[in-house]
């Protein structure tokens, strides 16, 4: 069968041979009961790689955000999120639907929070007023460019949550992502938040699951309202299995992601119609856009459908590819080649 090409994401990899092993050996057990071996061992190596007191298991970013808006807030507060943040955008108004807060918007500029601005969103004490009561940040930033937060600014948002006594969560979900462009241990990322997640199955090849990690006290209540919204587990430890094998091996590989992706970009920026941002090109996300060009989006991904490429439609003249475990530099340039067919003809 000819190898069909898919960018729309790095959430479509298959699992490697090593996680399909892992599952079918994994030791397992009652993890409502605490009980699994294999689901203590993910979290207990997450916590430490992240540098925090504890860990939990969770099916999903979305579940594993929402977790920690509840955890950290009350019905009717208010929570300061990034505009282009996927607790936002792409949670299906959770935030309002389940955690029952209000979200208060701040503008992102090349994934910079402008801490002035941060500040002048905190609500004031006062009876027709929110109490804001978490700041969420994200990192990498928007989930169609893949932008890496500076660890100053990260630090400077922290610092502002306790001049406030307003607790920082990271989304973090590609975080090692983050690290990866950063060229540092990912705990130097999120020392100073509260709370961080990130996803299995985002770059690392993980079939399932996410991470939350923070303090003890802020996992124990977040392990309740884990089970309170459906989510305890009972043997999963074939579940968090993979999990563990990608720690300890996908980690690793992810520059090699961010190379194809800088090949990508560049080689499509240099075809006529096809406009890449290349400053935005930091980690395994290209965005392009094809305003100039004579067809619309849909035709033009449907061409390239036809030489098995898939990409994802993002707007009515762009389009994101992601870069992956199983997507090779070869790969890449036929994909190059193939959008500067469709161009010329």
Request: hydrophobic fraction near 45%.
């Amino acid at each position: 069968m000819e190898k069909v090409i898919d960018l729309r994401s790095d959430t479509v990899t298959q699992p490697t041979k090593e996680m399909r092993e892992a599952m079918y050996i994994a030791e397992v057990g009652d993890d409502i009961m605490g009980e699994d071996p294999t689901v203590k061992k993910l979290e207990e190596m997450s916590a430490k790689l992240l540098g925090k007191e504890d860990a939990l298991f969770l099916t999903s970013g979305s579940l594993a955000n929402q977790v920690a808006i509840m955890a950290f807030t009350n019905r009717g507060e208010e929570v300061i999120v990034g505009d282009t943040s996927h607790i936002y955008n792409l949670e299906v108004a959770a935030m309002a639907a389940i955690s029952q807060v209000q979200a208060r918007l701040t503008k992102l500029v090349d994934g910079i929070y402008n801490i002035d601005e941060l500040e002048s969103l905190i609500q004031e004490d006062g009876i027709q007023k929110a109490k804001t009561s978490l700041i969420c940040i994200e990192n990498t930033n928007n989930l169609n460019a893949g932008i890496v937060v500076p660890i100053e600014n990260i630090n400077e948002i922290c610092e502002l949550g306790k001049k406030h006594n307003i607790p920082v969560y990271m989304d973090g979900a590609r975080i090692f992502n983050a690290a990866t462009a950063l060229d540092v241990d990912v705990k130097d990322i999120v020392e100073n938040v509260d709370a961080v997640m990130f996803a299995l199955s985002k770059g690392l090849s993980a079939p399932f699951g996410a991470i939350l990690a923070g303090s003890k006290p802020f996992i124990e209540k977040s392990r309740w309202i884990k089970q309170r919204l459906g989510g305890g587990f009972r043997q999963a430890g074939f579940m968090a299995a993979p999990g563990i094998v990608a720690l300890n091996s996908m980690t690793s590989r992810l520059h090699i992601d961010h190379v194809n992706a800088q090949i990508l970009g560049k080689g499509l920026s240099k075809i006529d119609g096809i406009d890449v941002n290349l400053n935005n090109v930091q980690t395994n996300i290209v965005l392009g856009s094809i305003k100039d060009l004579k067809f619309t989006i849909d035709e033009f991904l449907e061409r390239l459908l036809a030489y098995n490429i898939k990409a994802k439609r993002i707007s009515s003249h762009e389009f994101r590819m992601v870069t992956h475990y199983g997507i090779e530099e070869d790969d890449i340039r036929y994909v190059i080649d193939c959008i500067g067919n469709i161009v010329k003809n």
